[in-house]
């Protein structure tokens, strides 16, 4: 793809000054600040109206103050109006070294936003008579799970995709270097990690690995759960994940610049990534690979992921084009807890899921959010999928900052909900 244009050139360059006044503390000249990214915002529609570009005015320079005031290096976003983009935008450095600036057409790996597409993914598996999302998983796989505190209860993909299956992440072992590998992807092959993960003979087996809870009654958060369900995925359809997802999900969707693994996309577009550090530095990380791909692997741009949302939030399709039945989407973004059958730990109301997609924020918005090392995303819509939000950080922040991302995207939120008003 064709490098920045002009005009995007010119916010950057007035992005990177601004940045630089912010932590200089020096005074701003405010009508320069209007004028410089009234040239430089690029918005999508054609929405015109004087109302319009005041919140242009104002969405940039917001966003601007809130990354210097967070230290974020680079950030890229998108709005979604009754389905359709209507604007998107980057700011900051995708590599801060090289003074690369972020855009929409940078990639990153999206953490667990990759679980909605691990499930669309499964989905199209159901559409193609190979899975059920109500079979024991221990009919699809070449090894057997069984939950040692509740040997005979079967376990499901609708539980894998609800995280109520009683599977678990045992932490002090998820997040070691047995599964995140710097600078290449992962050599251990899934299946091999799987079985020797939950299988008593397995090198990595211990009963913490499962929930004293019967699958269904308990929901508990689980990437090795959707790392499984990725894998049987693989076995049923005799594809990898990343071969199958780009036949059914990425070509369909014009997704070019996505993919799962370092060594399949364009790693000169890929954004480098950092952390905060206790001391307040801003410190850059390698780029990963890891052993669990379908929990948290997949690497896409805003302009790509856009793509994908608005065929989920539009019945399966995008560009008249049929990607997913329109069933099959429905039963995706159903909520399957209702006060008649839920896990025993959620109240419907505030939290409820569909497969591999779940309400967030009090049970205000759909969707699915992301975070890894160096790495937060959002992919967010209301219910009634009228606003609809992607953003993407490169940066990772401490525990305490995490309200920072959310109010990032807050601004963001309430600026479609502008653009949506004065079009109606």
């Not at 950080?393 to 401490?398: H, M, P």
Request: aromatic share 12%; hydrophobic share 35%.
């Amino acid at each position: 793809m064709a490098g920045p244009s002009l005009r995007q050139k010119n916010l950057f360059d007035f992005q990177r000054s601004f940045l630089k006044s912010f932590k200089m503390r020096a005074p701003l000249n405010t009508i320069a600040l209007f004028i410089y990214i009234f040239i430089g915002t690029q918005t999508y529609g054609q929405r015109t109206d004087q109302t319009h570009t005041t919140s242009k005015i104002s969405i940039d320079s917001v966003i601007l103050k809130r990354m210097s005031d967070a230290q974020l290096v680079g950030l890229g976003a998108a709005i979604i109006i009754d389905k359709q983009l209507v604007w998107s935008n980057g700011y900051g450095y995708s590599n801060r070294e090289n003074k690369i600036p972020f855009t929409t057409s940078t990639i990153m790996n999206i953490a667990s936003v990759s679980k909605t597409i691990t499930g669309a993914c499964m989905m199209k598996a159901v559409e193609q008579g190979k899975l059920s999302l109500d079979e024991d998983i221990n009919t699809y796989l070449p090894f057997k799970i069984h939950n040692p505190f509740f040997p005979k209860e079967k376990i499901t993909l609708r539980n894998l995709a609800t995280h109520t299956s009683g599977l678990n992440d045992r932490f002090s072992f998820y997040t070691s270097d047995t599964l995140y590998v710097n600078g290449k992807d992962s050599q251990e092959a899934l299946g091999d990690f799987l079985q020797n993960y939950f299988t008593p003979s397995g090198k990595y087996y211990s009963k913490e690995n499962f929930l004293d809870h019967k699958p269904g009654t308990f929901r508990e958060y689980s990437n090795l759960g959707t790392a499984l369900a990725g894998y049987i995925v693989e076995v049923r359809t005799g594809k990898k994940l990343n071969d199958y997802s780009r036949e059914f999900l990425f070509k369909p969707l014009k997704m070019d610049d996505t993919g799962w693994l370092l060594s399949e996309i364009n790693l000169k577009k890929h954004a480098r990534l950092y952390q905060k550090q206790a001391d307040s530095s801003i410190k850059r990380i390698p780029l990963y690979g890891m052993t669990t791909y379908p929990d948290g692997g997949v690497r896409t741009s805003v302009n790509d992921l856009s793509h994908f949302f608005i065929c989920l939030l539009n019945n399966g399709k995008f560009q008249n084009r049929q990607v997913l039945r329109d069933k099959t989407v429905q039963e995706m973004l159903r909520f399957q807890f209702d006060d008649a059958h839920k896990p025993e730990n959620i109240e419907p109301a505030k939290l409820n899921s569909g497969i591999f997609w779940s309400t967030k924020m009090g049970g205000k918005r759909i969707g699915h959010n992301g975070s890894d090392f160096g790495v937060r995303t959002f992919m967010l819509s209301d219910l009634n999928k009228e606003v609809a939000v992607i953003l993407f950080f490169n940066t990772s922040l401490l525990e305490n900052d995490e309200a920072k991302f959310f109010d990032i995207y807050n601004e963001l939120y309430q600026y479609g909900v502008k653009i949506r008003n004065a079009g109606h």
